[in-house]
């Protein structure tokens, strides 16, 4: 099977009005050319589910969204997203605020087929108050209330990772594949850019194998986007880029930021983006974060 | 230990605060921020070499990393993976105690780091979201650093947006007690609180050193208990200030308190 395809293939499948999954967490890992890809897309009336950075920020600001899941938006040393604390503050967005554990388990209700997944998480804040959509429930085996988390059932995520075969086998080689397992499990589809593709034969190495963090049936398309994370990490090939971000910050500070930023790097497609950053020679030499 | 004469009032927060810890055990301490992350780190090297810490990454470390930018050389005490999934299963069992600075604290102890002002829909101010606050909160100990103690943080009335469970009656879960809610302390720029008071009030529990009972009542937003004469924050030994010191090789303490005053204020 060959499950190779264009982010342009990947965008042509969504529809407007769907729960858009992203993988990552705040700067790390983003799937970022398949959300410029969504950029430059009349796509609209997104729902997206996300430990959000710049992915739900350029999302919001592009007015492609309808509501946010979440329980932060960062770009981590930038600790506000400025884009997404506009749509906030404009009232431009609905959301679903909730915990980052609870997020955890809402995908996996919705992997494992489950309609919530019990929790004492979000009792006595104000999750359980403004979120009408969370009940509060009794338990069949105890005198307490518990919050029944309901699954956040995705019709599509988009993940990043280092490698994949065109089969839809996925490896994350850094330190931390955060909750993308549970994103990819959680979609009816789930598409997958990459910045290797590498033949199958390459997992046949077991210590290559152990960093695959799902089964290729819950793997729908595979892109090959050599950088494709950038401007978040992708580690450990490359850092995120601070420049790039603190730009981006500061573009929100002018008048029309958005498009301001748009116009300077988005471009007509990812090769016209990346010759507007830099390169890849220059994205694969952005310096790991040190935590 | 003989306590130094010169340390500043970041140092002497760090050394407040690492009491925490102390008689914690085999605990997950996460310190976010530099003051709290110095904090969990030096109880781990001095008075609670049990506590469990991660690289602020994905790796468990059997010794603290030191903050910053370090050697090529240089290689981490890794002992296990411990990723954000893995850290939820963490938290949940409560083998964790967390240190961190919500941008309101009100009576009840409960915090907000989501949103000011404005209406639910459309905040004033956005900020970072709940993130794991809901969750830390009911689920293991927490104790907060406040860098700048003043009546926005510690503010009269409920926080604008409630992200961590207090000792609050009106939103208590049914089946729950209070005292299943477990704050710790509450480090400031001006002296060390807990929620000891009668009916888990806010609590003095010492003043920095040149600081006075009403200076910290005028600051907050609410009664403060103070019982009896009030203890002064034990100053660092330059034991203390050695291991900060190279636990924090880039200095990056002294950018944590306005003008990094000195921790002696008489």
């Given at each position: 099977m060959d499950k190779q395809m264009t982010a342009a293939e990947v965008v042509s499948q969504l529809e407007d009005g769907m729960t858009i999954g992203i993988g990552g967490w705040g700067p790390r890992r983003k799937p970022m050319a398949l959300v410029r890809e969504i950029l430059r897309s009349d796509l609209k009336e997104l729902t997206v589910v996300s430990y959000g950075g710049a992915d739900v920020g350029m999302l919001c600001a592009a007015g492609k969204v309808k509501k946010v899941v979440f329980a932060f938006v960062s770009l981590d040393f930038i600790p506000l997203e400025p884009y997404f604390r506009i749509a906030r503050q404009t009232g431009a967005i609905e959301v679903m605020e909730i915990d980052e554990g609870m997020m955890l388990l809402g995908l996996r209700a919705a992997a494992w087929g489950l309609p919530y997944i019990p929790t004492e998480v979000g009792l006595g804040t104000d999750i359980v108050t403004k979120n009408p959509a969370i009940k509060v429930i009794d338990s069949p085996y105890d005198d307490k209330e518990w919050v029944a988390m309901p699954a956040l059932r995705l019709d599509v995520?988009?993940?990043?990772?280092d490698r994949a075969d065109k089969r839809g086998v996925c490896q994350i080689a850094g330190p931390d594949h955060y909750m993308d397992d549970m994103y990819a499990r959680a979609a009816g589809k789930t598409f997958v850019s990459c910045d290797e593709l590498v033949p199958t034969e390459f997992f046949h190495n077991p210590a290559e194998a152990r960093l695959v963090h799902w089964e290729r049936s819950a793997t729908t398309g595979v892109v090959h986007i050599p950088g494709g994370a950038h401007p978040s990490s992708c580690t450990p090939l490359y850092g995120f880029d601070v420049p790039h971000f603190k730009?981006?910050?500061?573009?929100?500070?002018?008048?029309?930021?958005?498009?301001?930023?748009?116009?300077?790097?988005?471009g007509a497609s990812e090769e016209d983006y990346q010759k507007n950053v830099g390169g890849l020679d220059a994205i694969r030499s952005i310096e790991l974060p040190t935590y | 230990m003989t306590q130094a004469n010169d340390y500043s009032l970041a140092e002497l927060c760090i050394v407040a605060a690492s009491r925490a810890f102390e008689n914690d055990g085999e605990v997950l301490a996460t310190g976010i921020g530099v003051i709290p992350r110095l904090a969990a780190s030096l109880a781990m090297k001095t008075t609670n070499p049990d506590l469990m810490m991660t690289d602020s990454e994905a790796w468990m470390l059997s010794e603290p990393n030191p903050l910053g930018k370090r050697a090529d050389a240089f290689v981490p005490a890794t002992e296990s993976w411990m990723g954000f999934s893995r850290i939820f299963d963490n938290v949940w069992s409560g083998k964790r105690h967390a240190m961190l600075g919500p941008t309101q604290i009100d009576r009840y102890g409960q915090s907000n780091t989501s949103a000011l002002g404005g209406t639910y829909e459309q905040p004033k101010v956005m900020m970072l979201g709940a993130r794991g606050f809901p969750g830390n909160s009911i689920s293991h100990p927490n104790s907060f650093f406040v860098p700048s103690h003043n009546t926005r943080v510690f503010m009269d009335g409920e926080c604008d947006f409630?992200?961590?469970?207090?000792?609050?009656?009106?939103?208590?879960?049914?089946?729950h007690s209070l005292d299943d809610v477990d704050i710790r302390l509450v480090i400031t720029d001006l002296c060390v609180m807990d929620f000891g008071g009668p009916q888990h009030q806010i609590r003095l529990v010492s003043l920095h050193p040149g600081i006075t009972v009403e200076q910290?009542?005028?600051?907050?937003?609410?009664?403060?208990?103070?019982?009896?004469?009030?203890?002064?924050?034990?100053a660092p030994t330059q034991e203390q200030l050695d291991i900060i010191a190279a636990l924090d090789p880039h200095n990056q303490r002294a950018a944590q308190i306005k003008d990094n005053p000195?921790?002696?204020r008489s």
């Amino acid at each position: 099977m060959d499950k190779q395809m264009t982010a342009a293939e990947v965008v042509s499948q969504l529809e407007d009005g769907m729960t858009i999954g992203i993988g990552g967490w705040g700067p790390r890992r983003k799937p970022m050319a398949l959300v410029r890809e969504i950029l430059r897309s009349d796509l609209k009336e997104l729902t997206v589910v996300s430990y959000g950075g710049a992915d739900v920020g350029m999302l919001c600001a592009a007015g492609k969204v309808k509501k946010v899941v979440f329980a932060f938006v960062s770009l981590d040393f930038i600790p506000l997203e400025p884009y997404f604390r506009i749509a906030r503050q404009t009232g431009a967005i609905e959301v679903m605020e909730i915990d980052e554990g609870m997020m955890l388990l809402g995908l996996r209700a919705a992997a494992w087929g489950l309609p919530y997944i019990p929790t004492e998480v979000g009792l006595g804040t104000d999750i359980v108050t403004k979120n009408p959509a969370i009940k509060v429930i009794d338990s069949p085996y105890d005198d307490k209330e518990w919050v029944a988390m309901p699954a956040l059932r995705l019709d599509v995520s988009l993940i990043h990772v280092d490698r994949a075969d065109k089969r839809g086998v996925c490896q994350i080689a850094g330190p931390d594949h955060y909750m993308d397992d549970m994103y990819a499990r959680a979609a009816g589809k789930t598409f997958v850019s990459c910045d290797e593709l590498v033949p199958t034969e390459f997992f046949h190495n077991p210590a290559e194998a152990r960093l695959v963090h799902w089964e290729r049936s819950a793997t729908t398309g595979v892109v090959h986007i050599p950088g494709g994370a950038h401007p978040s990490s992708c580690t450990p090939l490359y850092g995120f880029d601070v420049p790039h971000f603190k730009a981006y910050a500061a573009s929100a500070k002018e008048e029309n930021g958005i498009q301001g930023y748009l116009d300077q790097f988005l471009g007509a497609s990812e090769e016209d983006y990346q010759k507007n950053v830099g390169g890849l020679d220059a994205i694969r030499s952005i310096e790991l974060p040190t935590y | 230990m003989t306590q130094a004469n010169d340390y500043s009032l970041a140092e002497l927060c760090i050394v407040a605060a690492s009491r925490a810890f102390e008689n914690d055990g085999e605990v997950l301490a996460t310190g976010i921020g530099v003051i709290p992350r110095l904090a969990a780190s030096l109880a781990m090297k001095t008075t609670n070499p049990d506590l469990m810490m991660t690289d602020s990454e994905a790796w468990m470390l059997s010794e603290p990393n030191p903050l910053g930018k370090r050697a090529d050389a240089f290689v981490p005490a890794t002992e296990s993976w411990m990723g954000f999934s893995r850290i939820f299963d963490n938290v949940w069992s409560g083998k964790r105690h967390a240190m961190l600075g919500p941008t309101q604290i009100d009576r009840y102890g409960q915090s907000n780091t989501s949103a000011l002002g404005g209406t639910y829909e459309q905040p004033k101010v956005m900020m970072l979201g709940a993130r794991g606050f809901p969750g830390n909160s009911i689920s293991h100990p927490n104790s907060f650093f406040v860098p700048s103690h003043n009546t926005r943080v510690f503010m009269d009335g409920e926080c604008d947006f409630v992200s961590s469970i207090g000792y609050n009656p009106a939103r208590l879960p049914k089946g729950h007690s209070l005292d299943d809610v477990d704050i710790r302390l509450v480090i400031t720029d001006l002296c060390v609180m807990d929620f000891g008071g009668p009916q888990h009030q806010i609590r003095l529990v010492s003043l920095h050193p040149g600081i006075t009972v009403e200076q910290v009542q005028e600051n907050t937003g609410y009664p403060v208990h103070v019982d009896g004469d009030v203890a002064t924050t034990a100053a660092p030994t330059q034991e203390q200030l050695d291991i900060i010191a190279a636990l924090d090789p880039h200095n990056q303490r002294a950018a944590q308190i306005k003008d990094n005053p000195p921790g002696d204020r008489s």
